[in-house]
């Protein structure tokens, strides 16, 4: 059964670091992309980042370019978003996916991690 659990997230002064971890379960990630995408209150789910397969390519939001970086563990079937810089506005649900390829359908999400950024 295909899983995907994250963690890492909570609540973090403006300027700080969190890295959000996402365990993969009942498959491979080796030949999918993940993604991570996240939700403020009263606001539409919106893509962060995306990591591709095998190939590792990535792509980012504009507003967290430069802040966020993804990054995948093959081998641990783990992705990670490190999160630096942090804002007010990126506070969030965020949530991992398993994608077929970046800027495709969502094939499975997670439960999702609420991240804070707030003094």
């Known amino acids: 059964q295909l899983q995907l659990v994250e963690s890492g997230g909570g609540l973090v002064q403006p300027g700080g670091s969190l890295r959000l971890s996402c365990a993969a379960s009942?498959?491979?990630?080796?030949?999918?992309?993940m993604g991570w995408f996240r939700q403020a209150p009263g606001k539409e789910r919106e893509e962060v980042s995306c990591?591709?397969?095998?190939?590792?390519?990535?792509k980012y939001a504009d507003s967290v370019k430069g802040r966020f970086t993804i990054s995948r563990d093959n081998a641990k079937n783990t992705v990670y978003l490190q999160m630096n810089s942090l804002k007010p506005e990126d506070t969030a649900v965020y949530y991992c996916?398993?994608?077929?390829?970046?800027?495709?359908?969502?094939?499975?999400w997670g439960q999702g991690t609420q991240v804070t950024v707030s003094s």
């Open positions: 009942g498959f491979s990630l080796d030949y999918y992309a």
């Open positions: 996916a398993v994608l077929l390829y970046c800027s495709g359908p969502v094939n499975s």
């Open positions: 990591i591709s397969g095998r190939g590792g390519g990535t």
